[in-house]
């Protein structure tokens, strides 16, 4: 990237904060007004599972709402003078980067995928952006949109931990579509030694990160779940047609490999943790309502999408495969091509899983909280990319 493209992301990453910021402070102001709200803001939990706790795994949320808060109240507010209002500038400041690092991540992620000029990047960032606002519009009121949630405390706990899986995501597909050999540790597929830089503070960076995603909600986690599932389950089938399934579960191709084992252990005991949660035990269940709320969560939402940007989504989609399946006919698909189509892979795949999750999920949890726009975003954020992608072909 040259000097010239990275003054104009530094101009549009500053310009695209600014709006945000402006519009969590000014027009659709984030505010203290929950009952949860004041009590999270107030207390700085352990960034640990909590046994059964209320929220055991929510790590990165709790903390950073207690760490938030007071910054609020102890730096912010003698500086303002206005108690509330010092709240919702810190909150909205924190939710507006988050967003403003997630545009960015997919204008890098679809740079990096078809060779773009930053110019075209930038413009496809922007529809990224315009269309959380889209998707959920209609004629009747109260429209959702996928950057907003109930309360306070529901950005914390929903909005940031998607943007922040998703950003952690995209870091990692990239990795997967263009060197996969750095993600191992030790060797690289071909039983050579890995010449990928894996030093003690790069390894310890990663497991913290992938450490906050995992425990930052269970709901959210899914969205880097998915995809580490397909580049796992399709890397092991690969060796596994290549070497035979002997080598496989020797102990150098588990060390090979640990990078991914790592983050199913995190998810497996995260699941474990909510289980026994306090929420998780105060939940009822009845079957015989469940499957039928969750099917009026899904009909509503159905209603509520704007169906100009479903039908382009579609079109885009098809039109794109189509392209593809053309020109490999042809012989003229090209490196770009193969990688589009890898990555497509990835993100129907983890759309479908996210989707099948969610639902059961909820129709455990129940309580028509499906039908909320920070629940929306965990099945929306692929769907976007998806829409995105596609776009780009065009």
Known sequence: MTKKEKLILFIYSMLLFGATYILYTQV?????????????????????????????SKVLPETLMGL???????????????????FTYVYAFVVSLFIGIYIIAILLFIRKIFDATIQCSLACSLIAYFLHFLFMLNR???????????????????????????????????????????????????????????????????????YL????????????????????STTILKQIKTDGIKKVICLSNIKRY????????????????????????????????????IMIDVKYIWININKKIAITCVVAICYAILTYIYRKRKGIANNTDNTY?????IMLFSFGLTLIYMVLLYVR?????????????VIYAWGALQLLFHLDIF
């Open 28 to 56: 659709k102001p984030i505010m203290v007004c929950d009952p949860d709200d004041w009590t999270y803001i107030s207390s700085i939990r352990y960034a640990i599972p909590l046994w059964k706790d209320w929220n055991p």
């Open 140 to 210: 009747d009121t109260n429209n959702l949109f996928m950057l907003t949630a109930s309360n306070l405390n529901c950005f914390l706990n929903y909005t940031i931990p998607v943007l922040f899986c998703f950003i952690v995501t995209l870091y990692f597909m990239q990795k997967f579509l263009f060197n996969i050999n750095s993600l191992f540790l030790n060797e690289n597929l071909n039983g050579e030694r890995n010449c990928e830089s894996w030093n003690y503070y790069k390894i310890g960076t990663i497991a913290f990160v992938i």
């Open 68 to 86: 938030c808060g007071y910054f609020s109240a102890y730096v912010k507010h003698p500086i303002i003078g206005d108690y509330i209002l010092s």
């Open 258 to 293: 640990c990078f991914f084992i790592y983050s199913f252990l995190l998810e497996l005991i995260c699941l474990i943790f909510e289980y026994n949660g306090g929420r998780a035990q105060d939940l009822s269940f009845d079957a015989d309502f469940a499957f039928g709320d």
């Open 365 to 377: 949890i129940g309580q028509h909280k499906l039908q909320r726009s920070e629940n929306i975003f």
């Open 341 to 345: 189509i890898k990555a497509l892979k």
């Open 213 to 232: 995603a995992i425990f930052s909600n269970m709901v959210c986690n899914i969205i880097i779940i998915a995809p580490f599932i397909y580049m796992f």
